[in-house]
């Protein structure tokens, strides 16, 4: 099947066709690190890291760009507050992102520039657009320069928001000590003010805003058009609509082919809202939930469509993450204890083949990781019913368990390749000599030792092939 995205430009669902014949070009926007990142930023980055997983899965090569906004007025405000530099700042919480992100299996990008670090390619493009009539400078009382895009010069504006001028206009507000033309301008340039940041340029110091940035720095690593751009929804305006009109605004070229945007995340039904008092961070989020069970409930709806994050939704992610968990230690162990055998894996491969499938349809179907995690359930349900066997061929365990790889290399969510448990051989130890204890009829000793794991978080279970265990999720 043809891999297919709704693609917010055009609001139909479009023919993926990248620039470069076997190459994508994937830009998503970073975190502003101010601070932790919230759960509403999680979901974006756990939702576009699968589908560059699954990208890359279908062989494309793929240049995953996704920056850090390491100078904004945030940053300005929170680092004179604790009395210390912005770089210091945004040292400090870029480490903190990967902590999360690690966390979260967000794999990493191949490229995670900084604003900060991209200067000479921001003063490049504002003197483009400059030039081509589409920006306008401003005097400042210091003697430097703002420069504002002019967005009357640039006709298609409003194109990827799907609003005309007069509604944008309606809507529109102007910051204080901003001084421009109209209100639907935006800051390409930000004139030098006592006690922030800047750099030279050729409207004197200052720093650039925040729209730039994301063109600047996509066209250098990926080309004046790329393929995918990708963000909440909520970026979809002003961010996104400002990107697209300066980018294409200084090269006279398409800025990008597929915008895809994920839906707003709610808590308890309510936007996040530091006001209303719901806002939480990823690394709150993960304190209070496994991090597998957060992947998986951004997972289990479409992305384009809103989600609750509520603890029911939570509790029975988590408790679907354990039942993939189980699969996968289960087959291990029954591949480690199988007796040989001699069965036909015919009917398990077939019915294997139909729901891979059906996978690769849905997710080809403008990324349906919603039906695809509930296609994943039904192969564990397969592979946990031919596992009831007794006597299963090496076929069976080689077939499922790649199955089973291949799923979490693109979701996950299964955790096949989790750091082996410091605990492991202590365990097999105690579980040997409770084995012993039980066959010199020992019960006090062997519940003794049952009831010491289960109070450490292990569990527990004997079978016809042994005792297995496996931590409480």
């Not at 401003?138 to 420069?147: A, F, K, Y």
């Not at 720095?217 to 790329?226: A, P, V, W």
């Not at 597998?292 to 992610?317: D, K, T, V, W």
């Not at 199955?403 to 299964?414: F, M, W």
Request: charged share 30%; hydrophobic share 40%.
């Amino acid at each position: 099947m043809t891999l297919m995205f709704y693609n917010d430009l055009t609001r139909t669902k479009e023919k993926f066709i990248p620039v470069r014949e076997g190459r994508v070009s994937f830009y998503s926007c970073g975190p502003t690190v101010y601070d932790y990142f919230h759960i509403g930023n999680a979901r974006p980055f756990i939702i576009f890291d699968v589908l560059r997983r699954y990208l890359e899965h279908r062989g494309y090569e793929v240049t995953f760009v996704q920056n850090f906004t390491d100078i904004d007025d945030k940053m300005i405000h929170r680092a004179n507050a604790e009395g210390i530099t912005v770089p210091r700042l945004a040292e400090r919480f870029i480490e903190e992102y990967y902590k999360d992100a690690d966390a979260l299996g967000i794999h990493r990008a191949t490229i995670a520039p900084r604003a900060t670090e991209h200067m000479a390619e921001i003063i490049s493009i504002i003197i483009k657009i400059l030039r081509k009539g589409h920006a306008y400078i401003v005097e400042t009382p210091s003697g430097s320069g703002d420069v504002y895009f002019d967005v009357k010069s640039y006709a298609p504006y409003g194109k990827l928001s799907k609003q005309s001028l007069d509604e944008l206009e309606a809507g529109a507000r102007v910051e204080v000590g901003e001084v421009k033309r109209d209100p639907l301008d935006f800051a390409l340039w930000k004139a030098e003010k006592p006690g922030e940041p800047s750099w030279e340029s050729p409207w004197g110091r200052g720093r650039p805003g925040w729209h730039i940035e994301c063109s600047a720095m996509s066209s250098k690593y990926l080309g004046e058009t790329i393929d995918i751009h990708s963000g909440g929804v909520d970026l979809t305006f002003p961010h996104h609509e400002n990107e697209m009109a300066q980018s294409e605004a200084a090269t006279g070229k398409p800025f990008v082919n597929y915008w895809l945007h994920n839906g707003f995340l709610l808590i308890d039904k309510e936007k996040m809202s530091k006001s209303l008092g719901n806002f939480m961070t990823a690394r709150a989020a993960r304190e209070k939930y496994p991090p597998l069970a957060i992947r998986l409930f951004m997972l289990n709806a479409h992305y384009r469509s809103p989600i609750n994050f509520a603890p029911e939704g939570l509790e029975q992610a988590a408790g679907g993450v354990t039942r993939l968990r189980n699969c996968w230690t289960n087959l291990l162990h029954a591949r480690q204890a199988r007796a040989e055998g001699d069965g036909d894996a015919a009917p398990f491969l077939e019915e294997l083949k139909a729901l891979d499938e059906r996978f690769y349809e849905v997710m080809d179907d403008d990324f349906n990781t919603a039906a695809a995690t509930g296609i994943l359930f039904e192969v564990v349900r397969l592979v946990n019913t031919w596992l009831k066997r007794e006597r299963l061929p090496l076929t069976f365990f080689e077939v499922a368990e790649g199955a089973l790889r291949k799923y979490d290399e693109i979701l996950g969510v299964i955790g096949v390749e989790v750091t082996p448990d410091a605990d492991a051989d202590k365990i097999e130890r105690l579980i040997k000599e409770r084995g012993a204890a039980r066959k010199a009829k020992n019960f006090a000793r062997s519940d003794e030792i049952r009831d010491d794991l289960l109070a450490h978080g292990v569990i527990l279970e004997d079978t016809p092939h042994g005792t297995k265990w496996k931590r409480k999720f």
